[in-house]
């Protein structure tokens, strides 16, 4: 039976892949333990590998996974930014997840930003207190300001779709541009300098790394909103403080951080939180930090399973397979 070495399992992924895997019957070994170079001894004898967002495959974790003999790494989300792909090249291929409902990421990304805009946080916390005062609770209308999206992929998109629905006057870069009529495109600086409310949708590259720093912040307005559901990366997060305690961005909503690889998915609730930064931006009020969480509906959690079972099937089965990701 073809065996599959399963990395970073939590509860809900084993019920999944169990579920959509009847029809397969691969053989799945599910593993708690992150991929990494230390643990990828796990995967002796597994021909392949199912990782995520926050596994660590650099060149020694890949060459580990070779020599116990994998050949298929199959990842498990669309980014893939966590893998040296040039490790891999000629020993193992790498398959992804290329698209899952764009929804589930959109539609959280405009409820990160009504709630942090409107303080449901705080609200929902007050009145559990029997709390019924709003008393800093003053939001902002969405109507008539302007929104930046950086990144006008499927995400980017759905989400444009949805905050024109709410009369926002969306401007947005993306150095691929499309859907030229519908889209107002503008140069990255003026994303910058007129938004009221910025929303990353794009993936992290070499040249995007930090696109949100000191430099991009001071070109900023005063007051602006942030919103980050695609990666850590694209900020760098003591920048972001810096300028949240001087006032100059008014609040920032973050299902991702680039610290997040050790830290999200898990419960640290009976331990002392280490990073600094993570900790003094969740203790400000106009911050709201979820756990990589974006993509959590059932319908994408089908179409992610479905695909990667899928990929791992068109491997074994020696059929073209679709979804592989080569170094360039
Ligand atoms: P996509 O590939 O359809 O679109 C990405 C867009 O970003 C493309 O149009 C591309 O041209 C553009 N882009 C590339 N480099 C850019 C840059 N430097 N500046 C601005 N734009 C740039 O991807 P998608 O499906 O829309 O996903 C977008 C991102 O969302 C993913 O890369 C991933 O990081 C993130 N994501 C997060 C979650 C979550 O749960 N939080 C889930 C899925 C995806």
């Not at 610290?259 to 931006?281: A, C, G, P, Q």
Request: glycine residues 6%; charged residues 25%.
């Amino acid at each position: 039976m073809n065996k599959v070495a399963f990395f970073d399992c939590k509860p809900y992924d084993r019920e999944w892949f169990n579920k959509i895997n009847e029809k397969y019957g691969f053989d799945i070994v599910y593993f708690e333990n992150k991929l990494n170079e230390s643990t990828a001894l796990m995967a002796k004898d597994f021909e392949a590998a199912v990782a995520f967002v926050n596994d660590q495959i650099n060149q020694s974790t890949i060459n580990t996974l070779y020599s116990g003999g994998t050949r298929l790494l199959a990842m498990r989300c669309t980014g893939y930014s966590n893998v040296d792909l040039k490790a891999a090249k000629d020993k193992i291929s790498v398959v992804r997840v290329p698209d899952y409902s764009p929804y589930s990421v959109a539609e959280y990304a405009i409820a990160l930003l009504l709630c942090i805009n409107r303080k449901i946080h705080k609200a929902y916390n007050r009145t559990r207190d029997m709390n019924f005062s709003i008393d800093g609770l003053m939001g902002f209308d969405l109507y008539g300001k302007t929104l930046g999206v950086i990144g006008t992929g499927k995400i980017g998109k759905v989400f444009i779709n949805i905050c024109k629905g709410f009369g926002l006057n969306v401007i947005a870069y993306d150095p691929y541009p499309s859907d030229k009529g519908n889209i107002s495109y503008v140069s990255k600086e003026e994303v910058f300098s007129r938004s009221d409310i910025i929303s990353l949708h794009c993936p992290l590259t070499h040249d995007n790394h930090y696109i949100i720093n000191k430099e991009s912040i001071e070109m900023m307005k005063k007051g602006v909103y942030i919103i980050n559901t695609s990666r850590g990366g694209l900020i760098n997060s003591e920048d972001l403080l810096e300028y949240l305690l001087n006032g100059k961005i008014g609040g920032a909503a973050l299902d991702v951080y680039e610290e997040e690889s050790e830290i999200f998915f898990e419960d640290f609730s009976d331990s002392i939180m280490k990073d600094n930064v993570l900790t003094h931006l969740l203790s400000l009020p106009n911050v709201l930090i979820t756990s990589h969480q974006a993509f959590f509906t059932s319908e994408a959690m089908f179409d992610i399973v479905s695909v990667t079972l899928n990929n791992i099937y068109e491997y074994f089965n020696n059929k073209r397979i679709v979804n592989e990701i080569r170094y360039k």
